[in-house]
């Protein structure tokens, strides 16, 4: 079993920052990728940034050039730099990553979700 436990999450005032962490642990494992999601109050969730094993990420055009997605791969950890937040990038934040496990092949794991509130 693998565990993503993120943080990082508050209420912070449009254009500041944040920074969100979500570290994997677990036995036996290794990470092909981790994203980050958000989830609006009444919407879906929606993938907003990614990162592979290869170091390739990918952002949704709402957060390009604002946020950051990296990775601490020996620590199995992974962080969005959010800056420049506005109101709108309000929402609960998950992490997801597909890994594999040793004997048991790919999985995929959520994370608890971290609060995220900008005020205008």
């Known amino acids: 079993q693998v565990q993503l436990v993120e943080s990082g999450g508050g209420l912070v005032q449009a254009g500041e920052s944040l920074r969100l962490s979500c570290a994997a642990s677990g036995r036996a494992f290794s990470v092909t990728r981790m994203d980050w999601y958000r989830q609006p109050p009444g919407k879906q969730r929606e993938l907003i940034a990614g990162?592979?094993?290869?170091?390739?990420?990918t952002y949704a055009d709402s957060v390009k050039g604002r946020f950051t997605i990296s990775r601490d791969k020996p620590e199995n950890t992974v962080y969005l730099q959010m800056n420049s937040l506005k109101p709108e990038d309000t929402g609960v934040y998950y992490c997801?990553?597909?890994?594999?496990?040793?004997?048991?092949?790919?999985?995929?794991?959520w994370g608890q979700g971290t609060q995220v509130t900008v005020s205008s």
């Open positions: 997801y990553a597909i890994v594999l496990v040793v004997g048991r092949g790919q999985r995929a794991y």
């Open positions: 990162l592979n094993s290869g170091g390739s990420t």
